[in-house]
């Protein structure tokens, strides 16, 4: 009798605390604070990171989503459209001599009651360049010679290529955040505890708590006087994860009200038959696209049996066998469509030149064509093709992407493809020293303007150094970038497509969709052509 | 550690003269302990510098895709990470020998920062392992030695094997699928909710101990949430470290139980459970101290892949962003105050060890 006591006394010593915690944890869920928001506020969650709330410092999507909530542009765009007018700027134009003239409204502030006037624009985009910082947006202001402020309200920028129709975009993206002189280094990256406790903002919202990638929270700004207009909710909180399964389940529970940035394709088609949540849908600036080298390829400039002529059989043929309705639906479920253009759908400029010219017509695989193109070249098939991707910087698909674009190539029966990948940093320094003569490319634009998806990749010189060069392309991207006729400069914009859709330097494959989840009681989740994602007009209940 | 049983004594030694050594030697072995701490630090920086440097730049890893060459080559060269790699190595030790541990490539921000806001966090998960480790560990230990070579017995061994050989990232997964996906029990990730957090941001002067901060705002649904939030992360470490616990008691409190002086008491009347706290666990227990200066780097290396998979947001989890980002400065100031942890931990515990147990040769 007395062992058995003993045991039980023994068991219960072990179980007792166990057991206490598991009811101190049921407790707590018992309390009801699911960690849901309550009334209007609204709770965001992100998988992206901020670098520096300091425009000068960071240009990365994480840091770019706060400054859109609290900093004000010069242009910007409503949500729904990617196409800029004046945010805090009264007017702005180009003016004879071909630079930018902007006015600022009168009466600007910052909610730390610091005026907001030319000098501090003057201020903020002379600080990006001269602080010239390793990840900051210096490079968009390459086309920018000096800022002159005649009067407190109207600022000139003076360019160096005038009438850059480009320039507006500009004032818009990463570089283009307004900021306050009073607060902000002229010399250096400000502190973000700096920026808060300095309360910089002259945006839609200002921050009234922050913690580094860990909770932001925001309430509207009254000083506020762009096209955005007040803050439709009370307070919103960012909250950040590190990993998109959390941030799903969280979204799932109703623990948050929006997740935004960055679910995997799997989680997005998951949440799509959920009844707790709903998924809004968006374009995406992100495009993904293989490379062609011009000297390396088959048949490529440098090469022992170098032909142009097959050398384009071969990346026309390739454009007609690639199936990217497949790629989108079976690697991506659909949070990437199908692209026929160099300028993403969603933007000016946009067009489908490649469903035309190849494949079926309509936008699917033609083999029977591509055998045609290659016999009609005298190209001999198989053609062996040396395709390399990367697995670690383009997303966790990249290797299941490149291994069905073998397998469509292969199963023509015109090509034999010989799959390779390599990691990041070894890949940048290949893909530019003719290391690879056919590569994975990814890119997201520096704003949304048609220029951007076609000066980096078809100019003599381009990033890309793939040795592509053609001198009617040349001119017309150059034309392009100063013609102040909208409806000419579309054309321009049109014809670069056509004539690089001919070429194939390179060939898109995919467009990234924008994808936003919201709670059902949640309204005013907008994703557009700016790929900026504003809090401000998001509602409950 | 060097914890030798010391051979028996002379007879007829004097009884003072051992003590005098013993005093001196002590103090020599302190010293000796203490000095050890340096090279293990230096051993396992010099490490990482050179490990990190193996998998490329910070440069080339953020602007790879946007840079030409040139462009490229003129970032990494205003960087100063083209010059000779012994050239940055003793720029790097000059600087950590002062002090200055510099500022995060990736966000600028300043290492001590870092390791203080973070720090506080992990250490908080670590207290919380290592009483999961004592409170699950210990009585298991005794149960299976109490139940020796029975079925109670066996299954626990199974279970030890089991808490220690589970790889941590794969035991949080299978405990948040459990009790937070589908029992709805338990929260899925973070150290507290959202409402709670903000309201612990509210506080003046936190010391990123969320228990600590809750409590300081007097509301039980904060310390329940912030417990809750606590429970399934220090079970996934925890249990890595009770898996050792349970054997070391388990074996030492079937050796105490086996010696003279237990069967002595047993003669005299004394009851098992008796028997087991009072007269085997006590001594059971030193080995124990000795090994939690092991566990703690065994925590540590843990709290990457716990915190990692809970978005508890401590050094481990700063360490993993770090790296991905090849953020050499951020990388090497984490590891050098992980590495003195470690090394400061196992030289106090073989200073209490020495301490607490008279056979510690010095």
Redesign the interface.
């Known amino acids: 009798m007395?062992?058995v006591?003993?045991?039980t006394?023994?068991?219960a010593?072990?179980t007792i605390?166990?057991t206490a915690?598991?009811v101190?944890?049921?407790?707590?869920?018992d309390?009801g604070?699911?960690?849901?928001?309550?009334g209007s506020s609204i709770?965001v969650g992100t998988t992206d990171?901020?670098?520096?709330l300091d425009p000068a410092?960071s240009y990365d999507n994480g840091s770019f989503a706060i400054m859109n909530q609290v900093f004000p542009f010069l242009m910007n765009s409503k949500p729904g459209t990617s196409d800029v007018e004046p945010d805090i700027a009264e007017s702005a134009e180009f003016n004879a001599d071909g630079d930018y003239e902007v006015t600022l409204k009168s009466g600007l502030k910052f909610a730390n009651g610091n005026d907001l006037t030319s000098s501090d624009v003057k201020f903020t985009f002379d600080r990006v360049i001269a602080i010239n910082a390793?990840?900051g947006p210096w490079?968009l202001l390459g086309n920018l010679d000096s800022v002159e402020t005649p009067d407190d309200t109207t600022v000139v920028f003076h360019l160096k290529n005038g009438n850059d129709q480009t320039f507006p975009q500009v004032l818009s993206s990463p570089a283009g955040p307004i900021v306050d002189e009073e607060v902000f280094s002229a010399d250096a990256?400000t502190?973000d505890d700096d920026i808060v406790k300095g309360e910089a903002f002259a945006g839609p919202y200002t921050i009234t708590?922050y913690?580094?990638?860990?909770?932001v929270?925001f309430a509207p700004n009254k000083e506020y006087q762009g096209i955005l207009g007040a803050p439709e909710n009370d307070d919103v909180?960012l909250?950040y994860?590190?990993?998109s399964s959390?941030l799903k389940?969280?979204v799932q529970?109703g623990?948050?009200d929006v997740a935004y940035r960055s679910l995997s394709a799997t989680d997005v088609a998951d949440l799509r038959g959920q009844d707790s949540v709903e998924v809004v849908d968006g374009p995406g600036g992100e495009l993904r696209y293989i490379v062609f080298n011009f000297d390396t390829m088959p048949f490529g400039a440098k090469t022992s049996d170098a032909d142009p002529a097959k050398a384009l059989a071969v990346r026309q043929a390739i454009a007609d066998v690639v199936d990217r309705e497949e790629i989108a639906e079976q690697v991506y479920k659909d949070t990437y469509t199908a692209v026929y253009s160099f300028v993403p759908q969603g933007l000016t400029g946009a067009t489908e030149v490649l469903k035309e010219l190849y494949g079926d017509g309509s936008g699917g695989p033609d083999v029977d064509k591509a055998k045609e193109r290659l016999e009609a070249a005298g190209v001999t098939v198989p053609v062996e093709l040396n395709l390399q991707y990367n697995p670690d910087?383009y997303g966790e698909s990249s290797a299941d992407e490149y291994a069905l674009v073998k397998d469509q190539l292969d199963a023509s029966g015109l090509f034999t493809v010989n799959l390779g990948s390599t990691?990041?940093?070894?890949?940048?320094?290949d893909r530019?020293?003719d290391v690879y003569p056919m590569y994975q490319?990814?890119?997201f634009p520096d704003y949304s303007d048609a220029d951007n998806y076609l000066t980096p990749f078809f100019a003599t010189d381009n990033?890309l150094?793939n040795h592509y060069s053609n001198a009617e392309v040349d001119q017309e991207i150059t034309q392009q970038q100063t013609e102040v006729d909208p409806a000419a400069r579309q054309k321009l914009i049109e014809d670069i497509q056509a004539k690089v859709a001919a070429d194939l330097s390179t060939l898109p494959l995919l467009q990234g969709a924008q994808t936003v989840v919201v709670g059902t009681d949640v309204s005013g989740a907008v994703l557009d052509g700016s790929f900026k994602f504003r809090f401000g007009t998001l509602t409950k209940g | 550690m060097t914890t030798v049983t010391a051979p028996a004594a002379p007879p007829g030694a004097a009884a003072s003269a051992p003590k005098r050594a013993r005093g001196g030697g002590f103090w020599r072995y302190l010293l000796v302990r203490f000095l050890l701490i340096f090279p293990t630090i230096f051993i396992l920086v010099t490490l990482v510098f050179f490990l990190m440097r193996l998998t490329g730049d910070p440069i080339t890893a953020s602007l790879g895709d946007r840079l030409t060459p040139d462009q490229l080559a003129e970032r990494i060269h205003e960087a100063g990470y083209d010059r000779p790699i012994l050239v940055q190595y003793l720029e790097y030790l000059g600087n950590v020998f002062t002090g200055n541990f510099g500022s995060s490539i990736t966000d600028g921000r300043p290492i001590v920062d870092i390791l203080l806001s973070y720090g506080s966090a992990t250490l908080e998960l670590a207290i919380y392992a290592l009483i999961v480790a004592f409170i699950v560990g210990i009585p298991l230990g005794m149960v299976a030695a109490y139940f020796r070579d029975r079925w109670g017995d066996a299954g626990l061994r199974v279970f030890a094997i089991l808490s220690y050989a589970t790889p941590v990232f794969f035991a949080g997964l299978v405990l948040k699928l459990i009790f937070s996906v589908w029992l709805k029990w338990l929260p899925v990730a973070g150290r507290a909710s959202t409402r709670t957090e903000i309201k612990l941001q509210s506080l003046d002067h936190q010391t990123g101990i969320y228990l600590i901060d809750a409590i300081r705002t007097g509301s039980g649904a904060a310390v329940g949430d912030v417990l809750a939030h606590a429970v399934l992360p220090a079970l996934a470490l925890g249990l890595l470290t009770a898996g050792v616990f349970l054997r070391l008691v388990r074996t030492n409190v079937i050796g105490t139980l086996s010696r003279d002086y237990v069967d002595a008491a047993r003669s005299r009347g004394v009851g098992e459970y008796r028997l087991v706290r009072k007269h085997a666990l006590k001594p059971a227990l030193v080995p124990i101290i000795t090994v939690i200066g092991l566990q703690i780097a065994l925590l540590l290396g843990g709290a990457v892949l716990t915190e990692t998979t809970f978005e508890w947001k401590g050094l481990g989890f700063q360490l993993a962003y770090y790296l991905s980002k090849r953020d050499f400065v951020a990388v090497q100031g984490i590891v050098a105050l992980l590495a003195v942890i470690v090394a400061l931990t196992n030289f106090i515990v073989d200073l209490v060890a020495a301490i607490l147990d008279p056979r510690v040769r010095y």
């Open positions: 007395a062992s006591s003993h045991k006394r023994v068991l010593a072990m605390p166990v915690a598991l101190l944890a049921g407790c707590a869920s309390s604070d699911n960690g849901g928001s309550e709770i990171k901020v670098t520096f410092g390793e990840n490079a990256v502190s708590s913690k580094f990638n860990e909770l929270t909180t909250k994860y590190a990993d959390n389940l969280d529970e623990n948050i910087h990691e990041w940093t070894q890949y940048s320094k530019t020293a490319l990814g890119w990033f150094l």
